[in-house]
């Protein structure tokens, strides 16, 4: 295993040039421009190697339910898996689900060579979503291999076959090229628009595939033609990506929404994302459920207390006798009190 990765060219098991990166020109060296080539995991390797050939730790994020690969070594499981995908996958396949498995399974071993990915550490519901989520870490990786092949093609030609590839699989890439249903305009060479892509996205031998896709496509063509024409006045050219949020936008809820729907598709269809939304969805009902039951047992104690509470108060209040208030003080007369009396007694003396 690690003997493959450590040759990346495409020389089969002839090694490599010596002083490929030298050349003889009158009789002085002329060193060549360095390029950077395909990745080979020549670093994941040598950790390997050094932890005497066993597989590296690894971590998976199953708290926050993204079941990706965490630590120090996760970027390393990315980059291996491309690089094999770029070794034993052929690149002509519609989608990552088309792939003989023959070929996935060469292409996501690795992970599981170099990686302690270890099932008895995980539930098996756990597992199988860790495992899906490898499996999309190479579904991403072989878009952009097929990506890369294709701008290859459309822009330098199917002359020369892209660097790894047999003579039988490149010309099967050409066809499928050939057969793709997005190609630049004969007379003008441009690609589609991003509103006629959604058209095509979304009809099946000429019809809608639902009413709502037909009726957003007639949306975006008004609002195309009346930015149109607010624009002819102002040198402000129409943009449809924004014409395409602002048909959808508020039903999509977010930008990140509009690539799924120019891809004819209302969601991602990752088996990790509908796992993940299945297990979520399930756990939030639970947890729902239990809130519900703990606040209504709570309500029921809150009631028995206050009812209990209120019959000790009441049974207490019987049992109390109040003591009499003692009589308030006398008054002491006021100054125009003691006055009065001291004229009435002036008074009958003077009688």
Known sequence: MADVLHHGGDGGDEPPHQHANSLQADCQTATAAKKRGPSRSLHLVKLFESNGKRPLPIEFDTQEGTYLPTGDNQKYVSRVVGTRVRQFVHPYFDRWANVPEEQKARATGCVYEY???????????DYKLIVDGIEDIAARRYRQYKSDVNAYIRYKGSAVPYRGLTTEVWEKCIERSSNQKFKRDPQTQEWPSVIETFKVNHQRNGEWVNERAASDYEKMVEEREEQTQQASSSSVAVNENDVVLKVLGERRGHRRAIGRV????????????????QQSTSESIQATNALKSKM???MQQMNEFITLLTSNLQSVMLGIQLPTPPPPPPLSPTHEEELDSSRDEDYLSDL
């Open 262 to 277: 120019l891809r004819g598709t209302s969601r991602s269809h990752s088996s990790t994302t509908r796992l993940r939304d």
């Open 115 to 125: 990686f302690d990915v270890n099932p008895s550490r995980y539930s098996n519901a």
């Open 296 to 298: 209504e047992t709570y």
